[in-house]
């Protein structure tokens, strides 16, 4: 079991950046691959970035690269966010995977809630204004 816990999310003008953490906790935390999800009001749930359990692998979604970076260090999971922009408004989420190394890092259904051995956080808000 894996627990996660998100921090950091907030309201930040355009322009701004952000630092989200999610701290893991848990049999076996440090070995499980880590993502990033967002979900905006009235839109599915998408993938924004992902590591691997080493940190030598990351996935980012085409919308953010450049702008964003997903790193980890032991326990704890981390997204800079710069250049935000409005259409960033969403409720972030922290996600855990063990077992799944097979399955590339942006396969969004080895990420599924439902799946033995991954876990999710409850989100934290981040709000971009113009």
């Known amino acids: 079991q894996v627990q996660l816990v998100e921090s950091g999310g907030g309201l930040v003008q355009a322009g701004g950046a952000l630092r989200l953490s999610c701290a893991a906790s848990g049999r076996n935390s440090n070995a499980s691959d880590m993502a990033w999800f967002r979900q905006a009001p009235g839109k599915e749930r998408d993938i924004v970035a992902a590591i691997n359990w080493s940190g030598g692998r990351t996935y980012y979604a085409d919308s953010v690269k450049g702008r964003f970076t997903i790193s980890r260090d032991n326990d704890m999971l981390y997204l800079q966010m710069n250049s935000l922009k409005p259409e960033d408004t969403a409720v972030y989420y922290c996600?855990?995977?063990?077992?799944?190394?097979?399955?590339?890092?942006?396969?969004?259904?080895?990420?599924?809630?439902?799946?033995?051995?991954?876990?999710w956080g409850q989100g934290t808000q981040v709000t971009v204004s113009d």
């Open positions: 996600a855990a995977r063990l077992g799944s190394a097979s399955y590339p890092l942006a396969d969004v259904t080895s990420w599924r809630r439902e799946r033995a051995g991954v876990y």
